[in-house]
């Protein structure tokens, strides 16, 4: 390094540690990125700046990384320890070649490893973005410029304090010069691709060029399939074409966007300060996954649970924060009110009605709008469930959403779209109380400032929050796989709907949705509130919760429910502690000790926070019923009758095993529940352990509500074959309410008509009925006795009581 340069770097430290505040992506990109920092590092950056480089130290040596100013040494030889891929541009003319230095530094490096044959050095390429600022449509400026001298000051002086650095996956010297050689053209290839690297980096980080409104609005009206729409709605309901255009401009202004970064940008403070002030943290998990896709250019469609109307804001908070565009976001039209609606607007949202059905020149103006999105690049959001869940489980997906992001494909996108399902968790959730009520009967507030207002006043410790991205659904791949002519069905207009639609559509929901729940995550609340719903008096001692809290843990640690899935890392007593402190426990203490309790109210709060995570402890559950049901019993007994009940269960949890894996799913889940001493295992003969049986009781009991209402719908089944699906989903409700009167059971989903709706189908998947509706009596009387081994008398009696009154009544 020479003097000079050392010297105007030292000169920068003071007023950049000044001027320049801003954070890295990924936040820890040791770990992230999986940095081996024994091993020589190199960082590579798009352009000469000492203001990039200096920022770049400080960023990188908080991060653990190496200080970039420091030399490398490599077997007695000193190089420096960055590298430039583009040259500053001078005054008259944009130099942007490959400088001649850096070249030369690769090729040394690609040469040591050529002679050494341990040496491994790790070049990871770092941006310094000073802003993220999308251009405006129609400019030609390059996504990732120089600035010269005076333009750098100045752009540090504006954008200083919206400062990003973004550290990306490293690049292995060693693979390349293994795979490709170490002569100086395969310098030369690695430095080209860099610099692409970085345009895409800025891509990502800021999105594709805005468009004036105005601009948007008049390329959409002039669109083929809008003109034809406008046409056909003047001539349906007689009137001018010039009126009808005017209701189209109309309907195009309720729907779009009108995005603003400087909104964003305050907005980023205003979330800042209230997710500290109501959250104790937020958790994110698996991010990388979605900055690669952007990196490589996907079309991104976030498809989140919807828990809240914190989520739409949390997710964009999130991925501005992880370096990503803010998506545009499907908002139901209930949430354009004053001063809401404007505000979300120009923070992405674009609103879309409840039912639009019958509404051709609405449909086909959503449809092109949501087009027009895709084919721009913008990143889009949207809530398959259609509403918040009122219950905390998943609910079916709504399909429309879907149909028409397939019919965009069909224009003949040239980018490859992909899904990104996303699991939002809360250990308080602000709504849970009005959903109780709504629940219960009350009609659905309206959402307006006042609620607003109302709602602001009683933010206070809402505890952790998480995001957790699940795996992505490549729709490229996805169609290629079950539709491999697909791309036959081309339709420029967007308007075509081949027979393979809707079934491609259906198989498609049903693999996001449960993908989202295959990203949940288990937290204090989630697992407490599982264990006292548990308890019959809803009430256990603090000892006895937390070692049902270790039961959960083990479980989930030693048989993962899936890749994306998390678990929490403290310990049991830590997170007992923690879910105290949440003021949702009544806790009454004695000479023995604590008790740990539910009043009735918050027991039906406390099922929403069961249901966000039950899916993780179905099978397990299942199988500790059926233990504890029949005290010593066969393997293959408990795999015969999770067999006959986990399609059920997989259909309504959206659970993500297959019925090929299912029998080690229950071994592993056997071998662990004997490994916590809860039965002993003799051969093929599992025995529960009579010193050690309220644990295992407790885990049986996440399920055995899921199993009173299979029980109630095979048994009405068996005793009317006749009853067709209304009535069958309509007396099955009906006596899941008396069940629930009679035994305390206070889940509102235990009688929620869509879960019973949810049954029939999969009774029909599964044979219990035929095609035409008819009851297959000797399977359905059999799977019926399967399910009543499994209650408890009491239960059982009622049951059978309630569907003979029944009878006499109703039938």
């Known amino acids: 390094m020479s003097s000079g340069h050392s010297l105007t770097r030292s000169l ?50 908080e991060a ?77 400026k390059p996504y990732l410029r120089a600035y010269r001298s005076g333009q750098k000051a100045k752009v540090v002086l504006t954008s200083g304090r919206d400062c990003m650095v973004r550290f990306s996956p490293v690049v292995s010297l060693r693979y390349m010069a293994d795979n490709h050689g170490t002569d100086e053209a395969i310098a030369l290839k690695l430095a080209r691709v860099a610099r692409i690297h970085f345009s895409r980096q800025k891509l990502a980080a800021s999105g594709p060029n805005l468009p004036e409104r105005y601009q948007l609005f008049e390329r959409l009206m002039n669109s083929p399939a809008i003109r034809k729409a406008i046409a056909d709605e003047a001539k349906s ?14 309907i195009l202004d309720e729907i ?257 949705m449960t993908r989202i729940n295959s990203a949940a995550a288990a937290n204090a609340m989630t697992l407490c509130a599982t264990a006292l719903l548990a308890s019959r008096q809803r009430a256990l001692s603090r000892d006895n919760l937390v070692r049902q809290i270790d039961c959960y843990l083990d479980l989930l640690r030693n048989v993962p429910y899936s890749n994306t899935c998390t678990v929490p890392k403290e310990d049991a007593v830590s997170l007992v502690r923690h879910a105290e402190s949440l ?49 010593r019993v066969s393997k293959q007994q408990i795999f015969k009758t999770v067999k006959h009940i986990y399609p059920f269960i997989k259909q309504e949890l959206f659970i993500h095993y297959q019925n090929d894996e299912l029998e080690s799913v229950v071994n592993a889940y056997i071998d662990e529940l004997e490994r916590q001493e809860l039965m002993t295992v003799s051969g093929d003969q599992v025995q529960i352990n009579q010193s050690n049986t309220q644990t295992l009781m407790l885990l049986g009991r996440t399920t055995s509500e899921t199993l009173q209402r299979y029980a109630i719908t095979l048994n009405l089944l068996v005793k009317h074959p006749e009853l067709g699906k209304a009535n069958l989903e309509r007396y099955s409700q009906e006596v899941a309410q008396r069940l629930g009167r009679l035994h305390g059971i206070n889940a509102p989903e235990f009688f929620d008509k869509g879960v019973f709706a949810s049954l029939f189908i999969t009774l029909k998947q599964q044979g219990y009925i035929d095609q035409e509706g008819n009851s297959q009596q000797e399977q359905s009387l059999s799977f019926a006795k399967e399910l009543y081994h499994l209650l408890y008398p009491e239960v059982r009696l009622t049951i059978q009581e309630s569907i003979y009154q029944t009878e006499l009544t109703d039938m």
């Open 12 to 61: 920068l430290n003071l007023p950049l540690k000044i001027l320049v505040k801003g954070n890295a992506i990924p936040s820890k990109p040791i770990d992230d990125l999986g940095i081996n920092v024994t091993k020589p590092i190199v960082y590579a950056l798009p352009f000469r700046s000492n203001v990039d480089l200096v920022t770049l130290q400080r960023f990188a040596i």
């Open 64 to 140: 653990g990384l190496p200080d970039p100013l420091q030399p490398l040494e490599i077997n007695d030889h000193q190089y420096e320890r960055y590298v430039f891929i583009g040259s500053r541009p001078k005054l008259r003319k944009a130099d942007n070649h490959i400088p001649t230095t850096s070249i030369q530094l690769f090729s040394e490096l690609l040469q040591q490893h050529k002679v050494d044959s341990e040496l491994d050095v790790q070049v990871i390429p770092a941006t310094v973005l000073w802003g993220r600022k999308p251009g405006k449509e129609g400019e030609h």
């Open 237 to 250: 309901k007689n009137i001018s074409e010039e009126k009808a255009r005017h209701e189209a401009q109309k």
């Open 256 to 512: 779009a966007a009108k995005f603003s970064y400087s909104l964003v940008k305050k907005g980023d403070r205003l979330l800042g300060w209230l997710w500290n002030r109501i959250y104790q943290g937020l958790n994110i998990n698996n991010a990388a996954t979605v900055r690669k896709l952007a990196q490589d250019g996907h079309e991104i469609v976030y498809v989140p649970c919807h828990r809240s109307h914190m989520d739409y804001l949390l997710l964009s908070y999130v991925l501005f924060h992880e370096g990503l565009v803010p998506p545009h976001i499907a908002a139901g039209i209930n949430l354009n009110f004053f001063p809401a609606g404007p505000l979300f607007r120009r923070g992405g949202a674009f609103f879309i009605r409840r039912s639009f059905k019958g509404n051709k020149l609405y449909s086909t103006i959503f449809r092109e709008y949501l087009a027009e999105l895709f084919t721009k690049g913008y990143s889009v959001e949207y809530f398959s469930e259609g509403g918040r869940s009122r219950t905390g489980r998943l609910l079916p997906a709504k399909t429309g959403m879907l149909a028409m992001t397939i019919q965009a494909m069909l224009r003949g996108l040239n980018r490859p779209v992909t899904l990104v399902p996303v699991y939002i968790g809360y250990e308080h959730v602000m709504e849970v109380g009005s959903y109780a009520k709504e629940l219960k009967g009350s009609r659905k507030e309206k959402e307006n400032a006042g609620l607003v207002l109302r709602t602001v006043r009683k933010l206070r410790n809402f505890g952790q929050g998480y995001v957790n991205f699940g795996e992505p659904i490549s729709l490229n791949q996805f169609l290629n796989k079950r539709v491999p002519d697909w791309t036959q069905d081309i339709d420029p207009m967007g308007t075509s709907k081949p027979q393979w639609m809707t079934p491609t559509v259906n198989e498609l929901a049903n693999t996001m």
């Open 583 to 631: 003021d949702k426990f009544i806790i009454e203490s004695d000479k023995i000790g604590d008790i740990i309790s539910l009043d009735r109210s918050q027991s039906i709060l406390m099922t929403y926070y069961r249901n966000n995570v039950i899916h993780l402890l179905a099978l397990p559950s299942l199988i500790a019923q059926i233990i504890i049901r029949h005290q």
